[in-house]
């Protein structure tokens, strides 16, 4: 966490300024007792009234300014805890665009949309209140005891000796209850993994009368979090009367000092009630901060995430020289790939040498785990290959810019992901500045234009979050229209057309053979149907190249392929 | 939503919900019906009626006696001053009474030591009823989730249902385990301590009266205030997630269309704005202390004041100033607790109302008296007449007449969203139909035990669910008593047992939680080899389309094939292999059956299904047509 509040720098003097504020604070709650005592010392023991209402005017102006003071200070911290929160949600956010696929998969989408929002409120709230309470806890502490010694220095050594004593007790709860809430924590993000497997199973469920088996596995968990549960409230339970018979015991031991001290006449008695009141409020500015102690742990927990996701470096970033393409055909040629995904024993891809040129289509095909998604993935330079490379227009992926790059190419993937907005911005995210015209024309080729004149506002109809307001074939369509608008000279298809059914299908490759017809296209398919007319099929097996050849080169040389069709068609149809 | 900012420490617990006044101004939410809701909660806190009394009367006790004790130490501070004053004054043999003062400190430690007790006690008996009572209620809530029908979990978001479960329960312990001992010690530390200041001073009480209504203008005004900005602090923080969720999952997107600065200027104009509400939010409430504590210390030298000036005039002792300056603080504190509680009361309602909403779902049609069982089921199926619809009026499927012998393979096919799988919740009894009946070995589904329904069935669904565990325990899941071997045999069988072994852990890797630690179609070979353990007459099969492929499909299909052997298959097809060679197809549109018959039967009618299978192969082999006509 400390390492994050380096962020902090642009803060430094507001957080400068909070820290005198709160030790005014601070002080003007100290002074009125010790105001009070002099009520008592000079005004009632002498009976001087007028005296008595002096200083009651003056402790009025001194809480007067001692609210001034604090609701500064929480003006100043609100404004720095949400500034660093707004800046490091920024900087994560900033970083993570520029993140290849190789660290998302690394972290995990989800945990990285975790740690962007959740960890960094977590962050921030604790900052705003360390801000506030555990600034101002210590000040207690030291602010109490000068008030003390101004007073009574033998008496102070009562509240000198409480100091160590609350801490120490509010250490030791804090060091046993930690581990017993992060305990608890797990147990709920258990009990929360059944319950949620439960909702998304409960056909499979139901279908395997497993409900039995499912209760008793909710039950587990439940069982087990509720005795947690209970632990933790215990060890809670005994904290405040601890810290209040603390507390009480210290002032028995004031008055009880005290007297003797009165009694001698080293001291008088509003003095003594000054220091009731010193102590009380030491107690209750640790109390408060046994508070931020408790959240501490889990936000370091979440500083750490966050601090994970900074110190990535991403991969893949642009060559400090980057070269530009002489031409802009879209030609892609593999000389000798071979590449592993990070961690894995065998490589993805070995040995994978091809040229896909403007005009032709290549088709890739292959097994579960064979690598032809990673193949075409190396295209847009989502990863970087071990050895060999790949070259788009004859220059190497790797030392052109991936702007420069990606441009060239218009990506339909195999999960189509659409964005909020509406039909025509989601089109456009192909190219910004497409006009009206295009995005029609690239609905219309991608068979999207029927359904989307049927929607309610046409083109203008919004797409919610995750596209669910439309079924995955359309969704399908309008990530492939997305791609044409683009007119790239190279086109990846990535299994795209599984949602559809059969007639879009076909309607659709039909369209698409003109619209492309002067583009490098590359699909990897999964229905033989789909591929058999390409120029070149590449067939996979294990990321190798099996064969690569058309359907009937194939059909004659190759078994895998061989074996491929044989599983999808029927003896007529090989033919 | 208002949950968000009332409990920072949820996942905690919540044990440290704050002392203050943060989350002040935040909307509560309201239930619909307090009073009933209210009434059934308390239900569930009948059995421990008794405990709770004692949780009442150490409570009370424990108050009380740290209600007497300021002015039992009031009364030395009188001695003290008492002595010194006679001193002051010359007075002989004038000495502090240290006997009497001992006394008196002597008891107040015994008071302090009980009072600490008793509130040690209350929470100790708390800990456990607040526990307990959750621990039923998700009991209850999680047991009527496994009896209500599938309708419902089509009809409600995971998320939606995942809230109440954990959420609204967790809302609801949290306020059992504090709130609720919170508000008895407020409430009778507020009537001891107006008591207490009522014997010592009327005159100052009033005073410290006088200033309550300051303190409510000051909340009430403020937390209105803040409400706009908490309000639109949610709405910024809604966009922000939203958009962080999106660009994140669609990171691939973003990276090739080359958009990445446009993602991040938009981000940071959200953030922005986010940050805009969300400081003067956390400002605003936050001043309520503050001014709270402004209050309270005009109070206290207002009680200096007078009191001083009270003790001048001897109407009153020094002692009782200074019991009169602790019961002041201890009267304010269960005011700003109560205001805050009244609030988390009310959240705490509106989440047992939606607890209790689940628990008064309609359940599946319960079994009837004697419900029967197929012992050794052979697997003829028949749909007489079926009429069936979701919405009532919106017919979907009206005299259906469905005939399947065992072991014959029925093909679905059509086009996405057709509605296939409304085949599956009826043959299942996950719906009810509206009229007709669906038997299988002559006995309608409607006579049948469920559980022993649901065994006849096996399904293999194209998005595979697995669970946290290992592999062997996601296929065992099949069969409860399956032995190691044939768990193996049903793994060999799916073509999943070589894979399985290439894994660091075999057969005892666990799945992580999206199981995105095996690729989709080893995903799809362990359902299979679940569904194979699992041995039902009948099959319900989702056939694969793009999460498993080819090399792999050729395998499954095989293990598929095996599977069918002998066994009625309704197979949700995407290959035409699959369809032609099945003994029936359905062809279904928009959520009908429109076409049912043999592949030969259906072209010749040359209806929708004939326009389907055409359109495929058109332009790609064309030399096929031959077969078509």
């Not at chain 2, 607790?337 to 779902?361: C, P």
């Not at chain 2, 096919?413 to 043959?427: C, D």
Request: hydrophobic fraction near 45%; proline fraction near 3%; charge should be neutral.
């Amino acid at each position: 966490m400390i390492r994050l509040f380096r962020f902090l720098k642009p803060f430094r003097m507001a957080i400068l300024l909070v820290f005198f504020l709160t030790f005014f604070q601070v002080l003007s709650d100290l002074f009125l007792p010790t105001l009070m005592a002099d009520i008592v010392d000079q005004g009632i023991v002498k009976g001087d009234i007028p005296y008595i209402l002096r200083i009651g005017g003056l402790m009025l102006l001194v809480t007067a300014g001692g609210t001034l003071c604090s609701v500064i200070a929480g003006f100043l911290s609100s404004k720095v805890a949400s500034g660093f929160g707004k800046d490091l949600r920024s900087r994560v956010f900033t970083h993570v665009e520029s993140f290849s696929l190789r660290e998302f998969d690394e972290i995990g989408t989800a945990s990285l949309i975790t740690r962007t929002t959740n960890d960094i409120a977590q962050i921030q709230q604790v900052l705003m209140m360390m801000l506030r309470m555990a600034v101002m806890a210590p000040m207690m502490c030291v602010g109490g005891v000068m008030m003390a010694l101004t007073r009574d220095v033998r008496l102070s050594w009562v509240i000198v000796a409480l100091i160590p004593v609350l801490a120490s007790a509010i250490f030791t709860i804090a060091r046993k209850g930690v581990p017993l809430f992060k305990a608890m924590q797990t147990k709920l993000d258990k009990l929360n993994r059944v319950t949620r497997e439960n909702l998304t199973g409960i056909r499979v469920i139901r279908s395997f009368n497993r409900g039995e088996h499912e209760k008793k596995r909710f039950d587990f968990a439940n069982r087990d979090l509720t005795e947690t549960g209970i632990r933790v409230n215990r060890l809670m339970a005994a904290m405040m009367p601890t810290l209040m018979l603390i507390l009480n015991f210290s002032t028995i031991a004031i008055v009880w000092f005290g007297g003797i001290r009165i009694d001698q006449g080293n001291m008088q008695v509003g003095d003594l009630m000054a220091f009731i009141q010193y102590a009380m409020q030491i107690m209750y500015s640790l109390i408060m901060l046994s508070v931020i102690f408790v959240m501490i742990p889990r936000a370091s927990v979440s500083a750490n995430r966050v601090r994970e996701v900074l110190d990535l470096v991403p991969k893949i970033t642009d060559a400090p020289q980057v070269r530009k393409a002489d031409d802009n055909l879209g030609m892609v040629e593999f000389l000798d790939v071979t590449f592993s995904y990070p961690g894995a024993e065998k490589p993805a891809l070995s040995h994978i040498s091809f040229r896909a040129g403007p005009g032709e289509v290549t088709a890739i095909i292959g097994g579960t785990g064979s690598g032809k998604s990673t193949l075409i993935h190396l295209i847009p330079r989502f990863h970087d290959v071990d050895s060999g490379s790949i070259r788009v227009d004859g220059v190497d992926v790797r030392e052109m810019s991936q702007e420069a790059l990606r441009d060239k190419i218009g990506l339909v993937p195999q999960k189509a992901v659409l964005f909020t907005g509406t039909v025509a911005e989601n089109i456009r995210y192909g190219k910004e500045t497409a006009t009206d015209e295009e995005v029609r024309h690239a609905a219309e080729i991608a068979q999207a234009a029927p359904f989307i004149t049927e929607m309610k506002d046409g083109y203008q109809s919004l797409i919610s979050q995750g596209g669910t307001n439309v079924s995955g074939g359309q969704k399908q369509r309008l990530s492939i229209a997305r791609a044409l608008v683009r007119r790239p000279k190279i086109y990846i298809f990535d299994d795209s057309f599984s949602a559809l059914d059969f007639k879009t299908d076909a309607n659709l490759r039909r369209a698409l053979k003109q619209e492309t017809a002067d583009s490098t296209v590359l699909i990897v398919a999964q229905r033989v149907s789909t591929v058999m007319d390409a120029d070149r099929i590449i067939v996979l097996d294990k990321g190798k190249i099996a064969g690569i050849g058309n359907h009937g080169e194939l059909m004659k040389t190759c078994d895998v392929y061989r074996e491929i069709v044989s599983s999808q068609l029927s003896e007529e149809e090989i033919a | 939503m208002s949950r968000q900012g009332h409990r920072p420490g949820g996942g905690f617990g919540g044990h440290h919900r704050h002392p203050g006044g943060r989350g002040f101004g935040i909307p509560a939410e309201k239930a619909k019906d307090f009073r009933g809701t209210m009434k059934r909660l308390i239900r569930y806190l009948k059995p421990y009626r008794f405990r709770l009394l004692a949780v009442l009367v150490t409570a009370v006790l424990g108050t009380v006696f740290a209600i007497v004790s300021p002015k039992l130490l009031g009364n030395a501070t009188t001695i003290l001053f008492e002595g010194m004053m006679k001193k002051l004054k010359g007075a002989p043999n004038a000495a502090v009474d240290f006997d009497a003062i001992l006394q008196i400190l002597l008891m107040l430690g015994g008071l302090y030591v009980m009072s600490a007790a008793f509130s040690y006690i209350q929470q100790l008996i708390m800990a456990k009823v607040a526990q307990k009572t959750v621990y039923h209620l998700r009991k209850d809530l999680n047991e009527k989730l496994s009896r209500l029908p599938l309708q419902f979990y089509d009809s409600h978001t995971h998320g939606e249902i995942l809230s109440r479960v954990i959420n609204d329960v967790d809302n609801i312990s949290n306020t059992l385990q504090q709130s609720l001992t919170q508000l008895i010690t407020a409430v009778v530390t507020l009537a001891g301590v107006v008591v207490m200041m009522l014997t010592i001073s009327p005159l100052m009480t009033g005073i410290v009266i006088l200033t309550l209504p300051l303190s409510f203008l000051v909340t009430t005004v403020i937390a209105s205030r803040s409400q706009r900005y908490f309000m639109g602090q949610q709405k910024a923080l809604g966009e922000l997630n939203g958009h962080v969720e999106e660009m994140y999952t669609g990171h691939q997107i973003v990276k090739a269309f080359g958009r990445e600065e446009r993602s991040i200027s938009n981000f940071n104009k959200i953030n922005r704005k986010l940050y805009d509400s969300g400081w003067k939010a956390q400002f605003i409430s936050g001043v309520i202390m503050p001014l709270m504590t402004l209050i309270n210390n005009i109070g206290y030298v207002l009680i200096c004041v007078v009191g001083g000036v009270l003790v001048t005039h001897r109407a009153i002792q020094i002692g009782d100033i200074q019991a009169f300056i602790q019961y002041a603080r201890q009267f304010s504190q269960p005011i700003t607790q109560t205001a805050n509680i009244a609030n988390i009361i009310q959240s705490t309602i509106a989440s047992a109302e939606r607890v209790f909403e689940i628990l008064d779902e309609e359940e599946e049609v319960p079994e009837t008296a004697q419900p029967r069982i197929i012992s050794s089921p052979k697997g003829d199926v028949q749909f007489r007449d079926v009429k069936f619809s979701y919405k009532k009026d919106v017919p979907l499927i009206e005299n259906m007449n469905i005939d399947i012998k065992k072991g014959q393979t029925i093909a679905i096919v059509g086009p996405t969203g057709a509605g296939k799988t409304t085949l599956i919740n009826l043959l299942m009894r996950f719906y009810e139909i509206d009229d007709g009946k669906i038997t299988v070995d002559g006995i309608d589904l409607r006579d049948l035990q469920r559980g022993n329904l649901r065994s006849l069935f096996g399904i293999v669904l194209q998005d595979t669910w697995l669970f946290h565990g290992t592999i062997r325990e996601n296929i065992a899941y099949g069969r409860q008593d399956a032995t190691e071997e044939e768990i193996i045999q049903a793994a060999k069988a799916a073509h999943a047992d070589h894979f399985i072994r290439t894994l660091p852990e075999g057969y005892d890797t666990i799945l992580n939680e999206e199981a995105s630690n095996i690729s989709q179609g080893q995903k799809q070979l362990l359902t299979i080899a679940r569904a194979i353990l699992a041995d039902p007459v009948i099959l319900i099969l989702d056939e694969a389309t793009s999460s498993v492929d080819t090399r792999t499909e050729v395998h499954i299909q095989t293990a598929m094939h095996e599977l069918m052997k002998g066994r009625t298959s309704f197979v949700i097809a995407h290959r035409l292999s699959t369809v032609r060679s099945a003994d029936r197809i359905l062809v279904m549109n928009e959520g009908r059956v429109i076409e049912q018959g043999t592949h030969e039967e259906l072209l010749a009618e040359w209806g929708f299904y004939a326009d389907l299978y055409n359109s495929q192969f058109s332009g790609d082999i064309p030399h096929d047509k031959k077969n078509i006509g």
